[in-house]
């Protein structure tokens, strides 16, 4: 195994992103405009002046649109892919496991019910930086709404549920000396306080069409490579209300011997850890985000 292909989540959104390749590359406009012509909705307006960016039903296929068009501009291959949380759909998509269209028509629908799947106010997410997951689940072990929803790096872990509890959370790490930055979400994605949420969607999922892919892919869920195209409808449902097992998959890739990283999104979120985490060694990382960065690495 010696190239992976990474696609990023929701909080990896900028105003602009992908305009500049829109205005230049006709592989990048031609899937853009697919997508667009997909949805009941302006991407264009979305990824370029950052218009219904703070709703989910918007961000999601934004970021999905501008991840799958710049994978097909930049024109590689990879022995395995993987993608964080709504990333999982772009790489399925990568793959083959589902066509652009569907892809775009599932997150735009999985934004909407994730953002309404919990009453406005009554819940928070929280970055916790600097300790293991064996010492923030230490620290849940006192609170019966409050779960890991994202194990992002061996020491960057997000925690979701109950308000006040988050809110009780941030003081004790705060008072300990751990930094925990509360995080502007509309619920408590990777929780049980979706299930009836991933219940709705699971529906939905059902009806999508998706084929074996044409290479190793991973589960966000549970973290090792899909078996058969049949698994998707309950794993990418049971992804949205539980921990999404980042770490674990980057680790598993690392193992078997991965020596170029490639992200492919508008931020370098996922390559600024696997840096973190591989410094010195000697493995390839890049970002290829925006016009340049794809220029840089086609001619590298």
Sequence with gaps: MK???????QGAQEVGMGKDLYES??????VFDAINQGLDLSLKESCFEGTNMDKSEYVQPAIYAHSIALFKALSISADVYAGLSLGEYTAMTATN?????????????????????VEKGISKMMSVLGIDISQVENSLKDYDNVWVANHLS???IVVAGDKTSIEELQNKFT?????????NTSGPFHTPMLDEAANKFIELLNKAKFKE??????????????ENASQAPELLSKQMSNRVRW??????????????????????VLSK??????????VKISSVRNLKTLEKYLNK
Excluded at 213 to 226: D, G, L, M, T
Excluded at 256 to 264: K, L, P, S, Y
Excluded at 273 to 282: A, E, I, N, P, Y
């Design 3 to 9: 190239r992976a292909i990474l696609f990023p989540g």
């Design 25 to 30: 590359n006709s592989t990048y406009k031609e």
């Design 97 to 117: 496991m589902q066509d652009i269209v569907q892809g775009a028509q599932l997150v735009n629908k999985r934004g909407y019910i994730m953002d309404n799947a």
């Design 154 to 156: 061996e020491s960057n």
């Design 175 to 183: 008072q300990e000396g751990i930094k925990a930055i509360l995080l």
């Design 213 to 226: 892919p044409n290479a190793i892919i991973y589960s966000n869920y549970s973290k090792v490579p899909y």
């Design 247 to 268: 770490h674990e998959i980057m680790e598993d890739l690392i193992s078997q011997g991965v020596i170029e990283f490639v992200e492919i999104g508008p931020s370098m």
């Design 273 to 282: 850890m696997l840096k973190r985490r591989l410094k010195g060694q000697d």
